[in-house]
């Protein structure tokens, strides 16, 4: 018999990933990055009205408090979060922000058996300083490659404020086609970029 949603979603939080490219490491999330990350928010609180769409911690305390939320979102197999390494240094944070396990029929080959069967990739800020390099594309690039090619997903989704062009030129630069608008927390619109599930498509 096939695990259920509920293991396989546990089997997912317990792996410690590890994903290495050529400049960018992404490491699973722990307390000890609450340093490196506090220096990250540094840089946003000095141009904060640069950034009016996105949610990024500002202080120490915000930081760790988004640090303890992710791991908790991690340890019930709803996130997996990662720190940012570029050249050496902790630029920032990404994560798969969420992990969508399917319920198949018994013995579906549809079942991704290994991972979830979709993911969002996304709750990323990457530091001022390193916006504009290559460290969040092959970030992005790292993140599709370990849900295509290991998990085997059916479909990775991106999802920005409709209003924040910064960001949706970001998703659209590694290829991704614009999916749709939906509403999102406190009313706000949603901007969904779901092409590379489209043009990865598993289901086929």
């Known amino acids: 018999m096939e ?3 509920h293991q396989r979603r546990t089997i997912v939080a ?13 490491i699973p999330l722990t307390p000890s990055h609450c340093s490196p990350l506090e220096r ?3 840089e946003f609180a000095q141009k904060k009205s640069e950034y009016p769409f996105s949610f990024v ?3 120490a305390a915000e930081v760790r ?5 992710a791991l908790h979102q991690r340890q019930a197999g709803e996130r997996y979060p990662f720190a940012v390494q570029w050249n050496g240094t902790i630029v920032g944070s990404t994560s798969y922000a969420t992990l969508d396990f399917w319920t198949w029929p018994e013995e579906s080959a549809q079942m991704r058996r290994r991972g979830p069967d979709a993911v969002e990739i996304g709750a990323t800020w990457i530091a001022p300083s390193a916006q504009r390099t290559r460290c969040n594309t092959e970030s992005k690039l790292l993140l599709l490659i370990r849900a295509f090619e290991n998990w085997k997903v059916h ?3 991106l999802k920005t404020d409709e209003r924040n062009n910064r960001s949706r030129r970001a ?6 086609r614009f999916g749709g608008c939906a509403q999102g927390r406190h009313g706000r619109p949603r901007w969904s970029a779901e092409g590379l ?8």
């Open 171 to 176: 998703i659209e630069r590694i290829g991704a």
């Open 14 to 26: 317990g792996e410690e990933i590890v994903l290495t490219g050529s400049e960018v490491v992404l």
């Open 40 to 42: 990250v928010a540094g």
């Open 3 to 5: 695990q259920d949603p």
């Open 155 to 157: 479909r990775v989704t």
């Open 65 to 69: 408090s988004y640090v303890d939320a």
């Open 197 to 204: 599930g489209l043009l990865f498509d598993r289901r086929k």
């Open 57 to 59: 911690p500002l202080t």
